[in-house]
């Protein structure tokens, strides 16, 4: 465990942004691959009584889903956080990191494990064999599934924009907070939901952003992650999430365009959650094989950007008896795409975490500010 555990003391002059630089150095970091793929730090001195932990791990660890169900089995019991001080005493400030490349693990009760012998190796291959048979009706529907949910990008390329160029190594994170309960309201006035609000609104400040670069994209391809399961445990973790590539228009009446796009996401919702790695994940593997994943993904032009939202705790949490204030998502989009977005909600709060790369997007900053205004729009702010 101690190869896994760290303490930092939080830079000058303390606060979030100090943190969110913590975070970025820690995810841009390689895990060490002769050991399980996950850290956790706890960064001490952000401010008065605070500070803040910041658990990392690989995407093949767990997906966003698995990562809630790590932070569950963290948290004090319904008990605890009953009886914990309230927000008035000592606090932590929690930036739990929640992405396609990184997550937590609770190894409490699952390690150490005897290596298992050849003859268990061989009955688990056969086994898997059989239920891969038992289950090609189910993977047929899904391959049908996955045509229906790529079919409304396929063939169109997105438009050419700055905001798909080979990235580097470095990241740089900002946030945007916004009160649940005005975005709900927004939302359902036009028959929509919070994501649905929240990728509206990505999609004007994206608008506005690549207009003062000089540029003009009206309309963007955006990927969203979806889970194939409803809830996991610490014990069930891995990867089961699939990718939806969804057309959102930036530009036009805020109201129409809610509309429009909350169609187009109930038409998605329609087919087989993360149908669409039945055909992702063999074009993908097919080229790990050959050696030309990592080209494809630096040189892509399918997609302009990431968002990945997950409904979090909807009451407060504690930890080691002292209140979670907040819970910050965090991510690490790897390829071209310049700029990419993690949404989580938490006790009537959504934050929205931007992800760039400070070289390729060095104006993160002024796309932070379009996205407040834009959801300022859709209802105000805390």
């Not at 929240?198 to 004007?204: G, P, Q």
């Not at 909350?262 to 994940?281: D, F, H, M, V």
């Not at 709060?349 to 859709?378: G, M």
Request: proline content about 8%; hydrophobic content about 40%.
């Amino acid at each position: 465990m101690t190869n896994h555990l760290a303490t930092v003391r939080c830079p000058d002059p303390g606060g979030e942004k100090a943190v969110l630089a913590v975070a970025a150095e820690l995810l841009s970091t390689h895990l060490p691959p002769d050991r399980p793929l996950w850290a956790a730090t706890l960064v001490t001195d952000i401010g008065k009584h605070e500070a803040a932990l910041i658990v990392v791990f690989h995407h093949v660890l767990a997906d966003g889903m698995g990562g809630l169900a790590v932070l569950g089995s963290l948290v004090d019991s319904a008990e605890q956080a009953h009886d914990s001080p309230s927000t008035q005493s000592p606090s932590t400030q929690s930036p739990s990191t929640q992405s396609p490349s990184t997550q937590g693990v609770s190894t409490q009760g699952v390690f150490p494990r005897r290596m298992p012998s050849h003859r268990q190796l061989a009955i688990d291959a056969a086994a898997d064999r059989a239920r891969s048979i038992r289950a090609l009706p189910a993977q047929l529907r899904r391959l049908r599934g996955a045509t229906s949910q790529l079919r409304p990008v396929a063939g169109m390329r997105p438009a050419r924009s700055s905001l798909n160029k080979p990235t580097g190594p470095l990241r740089r994170f900002a946030t945007v907070r916004v009160d649940l309960d005005p975005l709900r309201s927004a939302a359902h006035t036009q028959n929509a939901t919070v994501n649905d609000v929240v990728l509206s609104s990505i999609a004007a400040a994206l608008h506005r952003l690549l207009a003062i670069r000089g540029e003009q994209v009206d309309q963007f391809v955006i990927s969203v992650p979806f889970s194939a399961r409803r809830d996991a445990s610490a014990r069930d973790l891995g990867n089961q999430s699939g990718v939806i590539p969804l057309r959102v228009c930036g530009v036009g009446d805020p109201a129409h365009r809610l509309r429009s796009l909350a169609e187009i996401t109930r038409a998605a919702k329609r087919e087989q959650p993360a149908a669409s790695n039945a055909l992702l994940g063999p074009l993908f593997r097919g080229l790990a094989r050959v050696g030309l994943y990592e080209w494809f993904i630096n040189h892509q032009r399918l997609i302009h950007t990431f968002v990945s939202n997950l409904r979090g705790p909807q009451m407060r949490l504690s930890f080691l008896d002292c209140p979670i204030k907040g819970i910050i998502p965090l991510s690490m989009a790897t390829g071209n795409v310049t700029v990419s977005f993690a949404i989580l909600s938490y006790a009537g709060s959504l934050v929205i975490t931007l992800i760039a790369d400070p070289l390729t997007c060095p104006d993160l900053s002024q796309l932070q500010d379009a996205l407040k205004e834009e959801l300022t729009r859709t209802g105000p702010g805390p």
